[in-house]
């Protein structure tokens, strides 16, 4: 049976939307646990990470290559901490739908970054489907459905595209 999205209320295509939002929510969980089981937020995990698994001198796009090499690397004591808590962050607000389209922003961002650092090593669509997921929840503001935006918004109405 063909649906065209046309007829389906708003209502309901939102909801499959924001169900999208929280599925790309959990794809981050999930892969924020991981790397904290296997220590990559520390300065020691990310440093091997890169060494192990996608050595910046393989990098096709030197330029990023030399960028985590010359900038990430260098500060990663800062730097793992950092991702640590923005990565569970972009996970946590788009799971429970909370200031949807920064997350969805950031998630786009992150996903952008991680595909350069790996470029050549992944399948890019391991990438691009999220960000394409991204990209709707941002336009559409899915977290105004099944999320905390709709509580936010109630209670203090409009606040600029980002917030909600």
Do not use: C
């Amino acid at each position: 049976m063909n649906i065209d999205p046309k007829d389906l209320p708003t209502n309901s295509l939102m909801k499959w939307i924001a169900k999208l939002r929280i599925v790309v929510g959990l794809m981050f969980l999930t892969t924020w646990a991981i790397n904290l089981v296997r220590g990559y937020y520390t300065p020691d995990g990310l440093l091997a990470f890169f060494q192990e698994f996608y050595p910046p001198a393989e990098n096709p796009l030197s330029l990023y290559g030399a960028f985590i090499s010359q900038v990430i690397l260098p500060i990663r004591g800062v730097f793992a901490p950092f991702q640590l808590v923005a990565e569970g962050l972009l996970a946590i607000g788009l799971l429970v739908g909370a200031f949807t389209p920064f997350f969805s922003l950031a998630g786009i961002f992150f996903l952008a970054n991680t595909f350069l650092a790996t470029l050549g090593h992944d399948w890019p669509w391991s990438y691009f489907v999220p960000m394409a997921i991204l990209e709707v929840t941002f336009v559409t503001r899915a977290g105004r459905v099944q999320g905390l935006d709709a509580i936010l918004l109630r209670k203090f109405g409009e606040r600029g595209r980002l917030f909600w």
